[in-house]
């Protein structure tokens, strides 16, 4: 039986902010869920956008400043394509452990 892990799809050069970033199928079905853009400034955080629901839409955008573990995330839990919670993350952990209502 074969395993599935996530699927390089397409690496760029990006502009603003200035860095790169990679899209990958996470879940081997030929569609794009993940993207991840590193920022060439060390200040500014990773950034990785998902696609969780599969349905075509960035409804998860975790924020890793040390660019390997999520310092807070953005959900869109409406569809709205806007976020309405923001979770945060301990150190090192890969569940948020508060949520709450999110209005920029």
């Not at 993940?34 to 975790?62: A, E, N, R, W, Y």
């Not at 924020?63 to 839990?77: K, V």
Request: net charge negative; proline share 9%.
């Amino acid at each position: 039986m074969e395993t599935c892990g996530p699927k390089l799809i397409k690496k760029w050069q990006t502009t603003d902010p200035s860095g790169r970033a990679a899209s990958f199928d996470s879940l081997c079905t030929g569609v794009v869920d993940m993207i991840i853009k590193i920022p060439d400034d060390p200040t500014q955080p990773g950034v990785i956008l998902l696609d969780t629901k599969h349905k075509g839409k960035i409804d998860t955008i975790l924020f890793c400043n040390d660019r390997e573990h999520p310092d807070y995330a953005l959900y869109d839990t409406t569809g709205a394509g806007k976020p309405d919670l923001i979770g945060y993350f301990h150190n090192r952990e890969n569940e948020p452990y508060r949520i709450e209502k999110y209005s920029p």
